[in-house]
């Protein structure tokens, strides 16, 4: 997986009134997840921009609201490339991945980044983008082949994660698909459901009308 350098500052304010201000300054409000777990009530000191979320009564999960500027995160979000990104939060380093964006619904400007960030020994779990390979049978019998799902959600380290899952097609016939319980990958745990179609070989009327004729 390719990597990022992104700076983020903490941000201890998070009414709309401030958002709204950080937005107009060219700064993207986010907020970093994934942090220490931790048993409450909690007796340690959070630094600037940490907050806890309680999972129960009896724990939560230290997570921290950051800005980043916009022109910063260009690159990172229109892209089809995933990134292990390094976050420099005052200096401090911090490893995480991309979970989720807002977008504007009229304008497409970016509202707010949901980070995760990465634990070491912890597998987390991300959406991979997937590369066709090969010529399908069914395709050289005139065919049509159509990927149904461009990203696959697989669960793995951080360094066991590629940048694309090469699905192989070669031996794909007509009219025959393949889902994801017919895929593996080593050190990968498939998310998505089993029978989802991830690309298939779609007859067309010249497939049909050959396919007639041989008949």
Do not use: W
């Not at 999972?55 to 980043?68: C, F, L, Q, S």
């Amino acid at each position: 997986m390719k990597k990022f350098n992104l700076a983020a500052t903490p941000r201890t304010e998070g009414g709309k009134k401030q958002t709204k201000a950080l937005r107009a300054a060219g700064m993207i409000p986010a907020v970093l997840n994934g942090g220490k777990l931790v048993e409450l009530p909690y007796a340690g000191t959070l630094k600037e921009g940490e907050k806890i979320v309680e999972i129960d009564e009896k724990r939560g999960i230290i997570t921290t609201d950051i800005a980043v500027k916009a022109e910063d995160v260009r690159k990172l979000i229109y892209t089809p490339d995933i990134f292990e990104i390094e976050l420099d939060l005052n200096g401090e380093k911090r490893v995480a991945i991309m979970k989720d964006i807002q977008f504007q619904p009229v304008k497409d400007t970016v509202l707010h980044i949901d980070f995760l960030e990465v634990t070491p020994g912890k597998p987390v779990v991300i959406d991979v983008p997937v590369k066709i390979e090969g010529h399908a049978e069914g395709v050289k019998a005139g065919g049509k082949l159509s990927l149904s799902m461009r990203k696959l959600r697989v669960k793995a380290m951080i360094d066991q994660i590629p940048e694309r899952l090469v699905v192989n097609v070669d031996h794909l016939g007509l009219g025959k698909s393949l889902a994801v319980g017919d895929l593996s990958y080593e050190g990968l745990e498939l998310m998505n459901a089993k029978n989802a179609v991830v690309c298939a070989v779609q007859l067309t009327r010249a497939a049909r009308g050959a396919a007639a004729k041989a008949e």
